[in-house]
């Protein structure tokens, strides 16, 4: 019996971006790829360098360096900081799903058991 719904947060980095304009394209490809986001995109007057703003799952941005200046013919440069967290929007109990994935992975890598713990090994029987 589960006694309250589940979710799972992740962090989110906040990612500026400097590129000139030719290379934009390859950023948004690269950030589609990762579960990125832009949400702001502007030229410096006077110049042909554009920076772009997004949001990327920190869980998403291992090898996002290479990857970008692989799209972008090393012309983008991304400078990554944590903004926020976010609740992933599908359900970390159903095998399959994307949430459930990335505990799976984390709990193997950090020697944990691969299954997701039940309710009865938390629930207190006094």
Not at 5 to 28: D, K, M, N, R
Not at 59 to 81: H, I, Y
Request: charged residues 20%; aromatic residues 10%.
């Amino acid at each position: 019996e589960v006694v309250s719904t589940q979710s799972t947060g992740e962090p989110v980095y906040l990612c500026e971006i400097q590129c000139p304009e030719a290379a934009v394209v390859g950023i948004y490809g690269c950030l589609t790829k990762r579960r990125g986001h832009e949400f702001s995109e502007s030229q410096a007057e006077g110049t042909p360098m554009f920076y772009v703003k997004a949001h990327l799952p920190v869980m998403e941005s291992f090898g996002f360096s290479s990857a970008l200046r692989a799209a972008t013919g090393g012309q983008a440069f991304p400078q990554c900081v944590v903004d926020h967290w976010a609740e992933m929007s599908d359900n970390p109990m159903k095998e399959g799903s994307k949430t459930n994935t990335i505990i799976m992975n984390t709990r193997m890598r950090k020697g944990l058991k691969v299954e997701l713990p039940v309710f009865e090994n938390y629930y207190d029987k006094l």
